[in-house]
């Protein structure tokens, strides 16, 4: 569930410290694990400077989800993170072919992991084939 809110009155301190806050929106998400009856619930509360309905916060906040959730897959699968290449626009193309590849070990890759997908592909020029040309 998504909700938004455009009256700050509660919220003064947070008026006043960002002045061009428009839109205060909170996330609320319901998480079962298998047939365990036990269940999480988790709230996310967001500021935006934009003036946002719920529909449209609803799809930034998915939207930033799955962002975060590319990162993630680039620093665990790639070690993005332990990058030192600081020379030229060296780091921002190594980058790009982090990006290039870890779409092409997504869309390809089947019921592996990213991380096995990698490996495979490493080891056969065959697998590797076909995860470049489809």
């Given amino acids: 569930m998504y909700f938004t809110c455009e009256s700050f009155d509660e919220f003064v301190d947070l008026a006043i410290e960002w002045p061009e806050l428009k839109t205060l929106g909170i996330a609320v998400s319901h998480r079962m694990e298998g047939d365990d ?3 999480e619930v988790s709230i996310r509360y967001y500021i935006s400077s934009t003036e946002l309905d719920a529909e449209s916060f609803a799809h930034s906040a998915r939207g930033h989800w799955s962002i975060e959730s590319m990162h993630w897959s680039l620093d665990v699968s790639m070690r993005e993170d332990e990058c ?47 995860l470049i040309f489809g």
């Fill in 84 to 130: 030192q290449i600081l020379l030229g626009n060296g780091g921002q193309n190594f980058a790009r072919f982090r990006h290039i590849a870890l779409n092409l070990l997504k869309k390809n890759k089947g019921k592996d992991s990213v991380n096995l997908a990698q490996m495979k592909s490493l080891m056969n020029d065959e697998y590797r084939e076909k």
């Fill in 37 to 39: 009856k036990a269940s």
